[in-house]
């Protein structure tokens, strides 16, 4: 699963194709090695990039510029492929948050792979990582313990001020959003509404594949209506005639051959 996709387009072909990306220098026109799912390796170029959190089967492995040629053409990749550069994942984040001095912490949900803690003069600040978004929690004031790492964390979002972000189809790096709030929080700013407004969706579908899931439902009620209305009512297939049958599921099948 990568949370940047990149769609590529081959150098032989019109067709664009989403691919897995973990890197945030990638830029449109930029030309990269693609691995497609079968292994095969391919030169693809950039056309652009989407904060999507989806598993695809192909993915980018390193510019072109990075890799080289063997004597009998064949591509040979710079070592570390697949090339991870900036906070692209979720693990360059989490390494990123504990860099800037947050402690890591047990969650007491298992939605949560990651829950990191932070006290500042006054508030104490919870980040919450999910498999497909971020949450943040702030509460007011400071506990006379001080945090210890993986101690056992409240994951409860009932108390607090709290934010859920999604990873699917924000407009920014939300990796990156994040850690400009753990700046600011650790600056002691006081006015923090900015990253409490919710960013992402938690369908990650794009509009056009939300357009053809509608299409194909709209097309099943279709079927279902003609089924219920030539049913005698057992669930069996009923006949249309010229030799084809509905089934009950609203297929259409020739079930003499």
């Not at 032989?12 to 930029?30: G, H, M, Q, S, Y």
């Not at 080289?68 to 710079?78: A, R």
């Not at 409240?154 to 920014?172: D, I, K, W």
């Amino acid at each position: 699963m990568s949370y940047i996709i990149a769609f590529v387009k081959f150098l032989d072909a019109t067709k664009i194709f989403p691919v897995e990306c973990f890197r945030t220098d990638l830029a449109p026109n930029d030309q990269v090695i693609v691995r497609l799912g079968s292994g095969e390796l391919r030169h693809a170029l950039v056309v652009q990039k989407k904060y999507l959190n989806w598993d695809c089967k192909g993915r980018v492995e390193c510019k072109a510029s990075e890799a080289s040629e063997s004597s009998i053409g064949e591509t040979i990749l710079p070592r570390g492929c697949p090339i991870i550069s900036g906070i692209a994942t979720p693990t360059a984040f989490v390494s990123a948050v504990r860099d800037m001095g947050w402690i890591p912490q047990k969650a007491s949900q298992r939605m949560y792979r990651n829950v990191l803690a932070r006290a500042n003069e006054t508030r104490t600040a919870y980040i919450f990582v999910r498999r497909n978004g971020i949450d943040i929690k702030v509460v007011e004031g400071v506990a006379d313990e001080v945090l210890r790492p993986y101690g056992l964390c409240n994951s409860s979002l009932s108390e607090g001020r709290v934010v859920r972000h999604s990873l699917a189809h924000t407009t920014f790096n939300l990796f990156e959003g994040v850690l400009r709030f753990c700046k600011s929080f650790d600056g002691n700013e006081t006015d923090l509404d900015r990253y409490f407004v919710a960013v992402g969706d938690s369908d990650k579908r794009t509009e056009e594949l939300k357009a053809i899931s509608k299409a194909r439902k709209s097309q099943r009620s279709e079927m279902q209506d003609i089924y219920d209305a030539c049913s005698d009512g057992s669930g069996g297939p009923t006949y249309l005639g010229d030799g084809m049958w509905i089934t009950s599921g609203g297929r259409i099948d020739d079930l003499g051959r």
